[in-house]
């Protein structure tokens, strides 16, 4: 529809009258910023339209935002309105190159529409004639539907071509932090890891799969430390989460949402298959974490717990018929055993276990030995705490000194555009002040190592009494604070290598590897590096489980 210029005589009538105008001018890559459909050549033609209509341009609103749907995910949209909305009294026409520009979806084009219309609005399109009648109405949404097809059939080909090179073992999205995207003359864009970060994050995964690093918040704080994060340490651990589980640091590429399975990429990984596989393994291994089963009962409470002596697969329970009833049996149901089908009493596997929880004792030396080395962990993590206290006062400070600065800035400043620059600065140094804030957790330096210590070994000691005073379903959280592992039971041989499975084993075993009287804490700490890590590990585990069950605080009241 080709758009009629208003002529002199029309000029007197014009609706754009009394008016100023803002221009918004929006593309979806930074490739389409520097060519001619550029931020800047929309702009100069939307102020051009504007001059020839003697309409006054006072503010433009760049977008770069991508994809069509809700107008108010756009930045510049949304600041367009809240401009609008701040000068009630002033009137306004907005004015764009293309119906394109708009909006890319049919419903949000009308309510975008309405949205201005609601606002007194007027709307200027260089490439189309807005008209109030149904023909023009109708002519609206055939364009409006034009272009959702277009962004549509455009997001088609972008998923087509993405998912063709995941399947090829390439990762076609931004890169993943510490790699970045380069072009090879070979594989086309391609992940590589970034020398800056790499060794960093390569020492947080290695770490954190050996041990070294016992929780993620102890990742996160190394990686911060190191200039590879900013800001608040507990800010990072949902991220740092991502980066443990994805495949992708360890060579290969997967995408879920696409049904893409995992393959072997093109990229270089920065840890083993072996390391990836380490670290899933401590992500699941917590007892707060394991998957507790649907059909656990008070009837048979280690169903699920024990393995079959013979294949390695969890034993399961059930009533078996007999002459006068039904009898409570642990089975094997995999069909390849040899003791497939082979029915062990209810009274013979769980008497057994009772023995072996009754059999475990904590030496006394043992609990001296432990109590000195966390007194001596808890006083680092004191120390670290205490540490972070400052740094963040230090950076609030800062923050505060810079707010200061601003604010004299803005009322020295003599226009406006600069003042508006200083108020932005100022509002982001007070959203990270706040930030900073909400990320402080207080904690009381008296409690939770020597609580978690002081529970934990009473649970070694005692661990019958516990046991017996928890639900079915508690006791499937539990027994991974007896056990480290499932144990697995015989029919005629009874429980195998039961008690090297018990955690209290693992205490014992610290106490073999350190000679070294009780007063000499530094060198044990030192020799038994790996194995304190797993015990520091522990009592974290069973600090956090500690506190969310009340079952369990009780049942350590009589053990």
Known sequence: MQKQLPNQNQHLESPYEGREGLVYARVSSKRQEANGTGLQSQEGRCIAELRMRDVPHIETFPDTFTGGGDFMKRPAMRALLAYVDRHPNKKFVVVFDDLKRFARDVNFHFQLKAAFKARDVLLLCLNFNFEDSPEGEFVETVLAAGAQLERNQNRRQVIQKQKARLELGYWPFIAKRGYKMIKDPVHGKIAVPDEKDKNHLINALEGFANGT????????????????????????????????????????????????????????????????????????????????????????????????????????????????GKYPYYVCRDKTCTAYGKSIKKQQLEDAFDELLQRSDLKPDVCQLANLVFDRVWDEEVDKFHQQQAQRGRLEDERKLKIKQLTEMVLKARSKELQEVYEAQIEEAAKETSASTEAIQEIDLDIPYRTALSKATTLLRNPYIAWHKVSAVEKQRLYYFIFDRKISYSRFEGYRTAEESMVSSLFEGFIKQNTAPCDAVPCMVDSGENTLNRLKDYLFRFWEYHQTSIALQKALEFA
């Open 213 to 324: 690093f016992v929780r993620k918040i102890d990742a996160c704080r190394y990686l911060v430390d190191n200039g590879f994060w900013k800001g608040a340490v507990e800010k990072r651990i949902v991220e740092l989460d991502k980066i443990l589980r994805s495949s992708f640091y360890a060579g290969f590429v997967e995408y879920a949402p696409w049904d893409v399975t995992r393959r072997l990429g093109h990229h270089k990984g920065l840890i083993s298959e072996e390391v990836f596989n380490r670290i899933q393994k401590r992500l699941a291994n917590t007892g707060r974490n394991k998957r507790i089963r649907a059909d656990v009962s008070d009837a048979f409470p280690l169903r699920g717990l024990m393995l079959c002596a013979d294949c390695g697969v969890s034993l399961t329970a059930a009533l078996s018929k007999g002459r006068k």
